[in-house]
């Protein structure tokens, strides 16, 4: 082996990662812990998921489940990471983005750097003066109910090292 780690992540992203985590706050998840419980041992939490994710045996934990109300009365389901899975996430984030953000149609909004909903509405009120006709579409559960396998396989071919 020539290697001492499979993958080359460094603890600078681990630190970083972290640092973006806790500027957002969050609610605990599963195990309970909060961002202030997970600072008390900060040095050995941030080895641990430096350690499982360069070895490739960062698997995540389960996800806490809260019913949000919806305002037309029905309820969205909210799933809260655990701090130590959330700034693995941004780590992965943090790699990701950058490679598969150009990929996206310029019109795509959601979830971009850069990019608002307001920024979409603008967008639809320049349109609006050019265009005598709209489409609105919402794919409804679309992150329910994408293939898995569709979806890893687009990964991998993004996400090469």
Not at 33 to 40: G, N, R, V, Y
Not at 97 to 126: I, M, T, W
Not at 135 to 149: E, H, M, R, W, Y
């Amino acid at each position: 082996m020539s290697e001492a780690k499979p993958y080359c992540i460094s603890k600078w992203e681990v630190w970083e990662a972290y640092k973006r985590v806790k500027a957002n706050q969050g609610a605990a998840g599963v195990d309970e812990q909060t961002i202030k419980a997970f600072d008390q041992d900060l040095k050995g939490n941030l080895y641990k998921i430096w350690n499982r994710m360069s070895s490739g045996s960062y698997f995540p934990p389960a996800v806490r489940t809260v019913k949000i109300p919806k305002a037309n009365g029905g309820e969205r389901k909210l799933g809260i990471p655990t701090v130590s899975d959330r700034i693995a996430q941004m780590v992965v984030k943090s790699r990701l983005e950058p490679a598969v953000d150009p990929l996206f149609h310029p019109d795509s909004y959601g979830y971009r750097p850069g990019k608002s909903a307001l920024d979409a509405v603008g967008q639809a009120r320049q349109r609006c003066w050019r265009y005598d006709w709209v489409v609105d579409l919402d794919i409804k559960g679309f992150f329910d109910n994408i293939p898995q396998a569709l979806l890893i396989r687009a990964v991998k071919k993004h996400a090469t090292e």
